[in-house]
């Protein structure tokens, strides 16, 4: 048996958060932990993951201990502990805290959350998941 279907015997996804980015350079947003996404369940929340999946254009995704991943278009990166991460594109500029936009980004279902400087365009979805283990 392959182990995605081992980890879906234990693991139940409940519920599921998206919105569509389209960030142009420079941009860079500071991901919600999953701690500060669990309030959108409105449950007891056991675990949550987070993923990015880049559509268009290129990203980095930087996690808080410093180390950087490069992405392109058609790369997923999850963070299956929900852990504070940094989604980026060009030089330094002022982070934007997606937590302090994401009521009114989720409200509007998944039509575009637009930053940035006006640059390279970078497409994104990113998600989260609630994660109930059986």
Not at 33 to 62: C, D, I, K, W
Request: glycine share 12%; net charge negative.
């Amino acid at each position: 048996m392959d182990v995605l279907s081992e980890v879906l015997k234990v693991v139940k996804l409940q519920g599921a958060l998206f919105y569509n980015g389209e960030f142009s350079a420079p941009w860079s947003v500071y991901a919600a932990p999953s701690q500060g996404l669990a309030r959108y369940f409105g449950t007891n929340t056991e675990h949550v993951m987070v993923y990015h999946f880049l559509t268009e254009g290129r990203a980095s995704v930087r996690m808080e201990n410093g180390s950087r991943l490069n992405l392109d278009a058609g790369d997923i990166v999850m963070i299956p502990h929900g852990d504070k991460h940094i989604v980026e594109n060009g030089p330094a500029t002022c982070t934007v805290e997606d937590s302090e936009h994401l009521t009114e980004v989720l409200k509007q279902g998944l039509r575009l959350w637009r930053v940035g400087g006006g640059g390279e365009v970078t497409k994104f979805v990113a998600a989260t998941w609630l994660v109930i283990r059986g």
